[in-house]
């Protein structure tokens, strides 16, 4: 028996300058269900939760809520028609008490009954089990009990639907548990759920029901006990488990110098990666493979110090260092080419010719600048080098292709002459031949005695690249895969079963 539907979203279209977010996407919630919303990043998860929310107006398609097609304009709307939304940033007063927090801009008058709120919340946190007492500020509160608080407001205000979008990457085990315990109170009150997370065991864990959303589109709602964990991976890359191609695979650069260029043990970081062990020898092309949001990113940016290293010991070529800042990553010939170009790589208004140089002038601090002569030499000569496109070295980088933007942020790490090299989707987003072109560097860079750490959406790109898959889930190493004969498929497999022990 289905239970009785409370949210049907129809033909749900959205798009952005350039982008179309979502496209006659269809969307069902029951009363008591927990719904997992999946897909990588970007394929319009949280578009879809903004969209039913009032956030963005929607081009096209309708919402029915309890039988009737409603319009929101505002999460204030959302709320008051029983739609409550926690998202991963708290978005409640940390200053105010928990109580505070519960019932604040909804007293009817200024006079605000102290004793009979703190009872209120009391009585609430108590119900559903919530460790927080009424009259603690909620910034004293751990991140999982702020959010429980801000789903205790949703509650009582009755709320019939709760999203939560990505509520547990910042929680450990325990506070997942309490989340998790939470949210099948909820369900029992009937209330429907829809959760989005990156974590695939925390969607068997808690789900029945899953919507998989890939580039905007919609690609099935399945029955969580029915669909395999493969199967949802498979849907959410689109890549059909029978449609693997064999790869030429490249000849693994290995060395016979057994002391790594670069190794770290139980290295971990503020943004939340396990503690991992990785090395990398002279020569050698490896990869973190695993879904968009699995820890790929994360693991690298601890590698380069990027994010706050919490723990671990780093070696390089057999000497312990210790590395605090991307500064001290580069000082000992690291060098870092970020996913995320737009944001962190380029630096839109400035020259072609800075951001070539851009690197190297840190590493040699800025009292020390270069000569123009000696920038422009090397401007042009990695613009010769890498098949730079632009009308000149002074040209702002703005202008460029994406294609030719990513040369350009390549030209500026191949300029500091790194003895290991970090690449971070580094063909994401551009065109095929440059594409081909960058596969191609870096198997000529390894040739020529560099290492080279290669992250790729795309599976098949990586085996043709790496010599060696690391395969990441949920933020933690499951396994490696290694040889001439690694196929598309042991990768997804990996990704999907997780391999513990078996590094
Ligand atoms: P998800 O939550 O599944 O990771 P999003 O819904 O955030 O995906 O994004 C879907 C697509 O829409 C992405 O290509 C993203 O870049 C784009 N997008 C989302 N929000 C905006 C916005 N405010 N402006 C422009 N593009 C956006
Ligand atoms: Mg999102």
Known sequence: MQSEIILRMEGISKSFPGVKALQNVDFVLRKGEIHALMGENGAGKSTLIKV???????????????????????????????????????????????????????????????????????????????????????????????????????????????????????????????????????????????????????????????????????????????????????????????????????????????????????????????????????????????????????SVRAIFAADKVTSGEVKINGKKVKLKTPLDAMKNGIGYLPEDRKHEGIVGELSVRDNIILALQVMKGFFRPLSRKQAEEFANEYIEKLGIKTPSINTPIDSLSGGNQQKVVLARWLLTHPMYLILDEPTRGIDVGTKVEIQKLVLRLAEDGVSLTFISSEIDEMIRVCSRLIVMKDREIVGELSGMNVTEQDAMHMIAQGGKGHV
């Not at 670069?262 to 991992?276: D, W, Y």
């Open 52 to 298: 039913l929310t009032g956030v963005y107006e929607k081009d096209a398609g309708q919402i029915i809520l309890d039988g009737r097609n409603v319009v929101c304009r505002s999460p204030q709307e959302a709320l008051s028609m029983g739609i409550g939304t926690v998202f991963q940033e708290i978005a409640l007063c940390p200053n105010l008490t928990v109580a505070e927090n519960m019932f604040i801009g909804r007293s009817q008058n200024s006079f605000v009954r102290w004793k009979e709120m703190n009872a209120k919340a009391a009585q609430l946190l108590d119900s559903l089990g919530i460790p927080a007492s009424p009259t603690q500020e909620l910034s004293s509160c751990s991140i999982a009990v702020q959010q429980m608080v801000s789903i205790a407001r949703a509650i009582d205000m009755d709320c019939k639907i709760l999203i939560l979008d990505e509520p547990t990457s910042s929680l450990d085990e325990d506070e997942v548990k309490k989340l998790f315990a939470l949210m099948r109170e909820l369900k029992a009150r009937g209330v429907g759920i829809i959760f989005i997370t990156h974590f695939l065991d925390q969607v068997y864990e808690i789900s029945d029901t899953i919507t998989v959303l890939r580039n905007g589109e919609l690609i099935g709602e399945y029955q969580t006990a029915a669909l395999s964990q493969i199967e949802l991976i498979s849907k959410m890359m689109g890549k059909a488990l029978s449609d693997v191609s064999e790869m030429k695979k490249q000849e693994p650069q290995t060395s016979s110098d057994s002391v790594p260029v670069f190794e770290a043990t139980g290295l971990s970081s503020a943004a939340g990666v396990r503690p991992f062990d990785f090395r990398i020898e002279k020569g050698e092309v490896n990869g973190f493979a695993g879904l968009l949001g699995s820890g790929r990113s994360e």
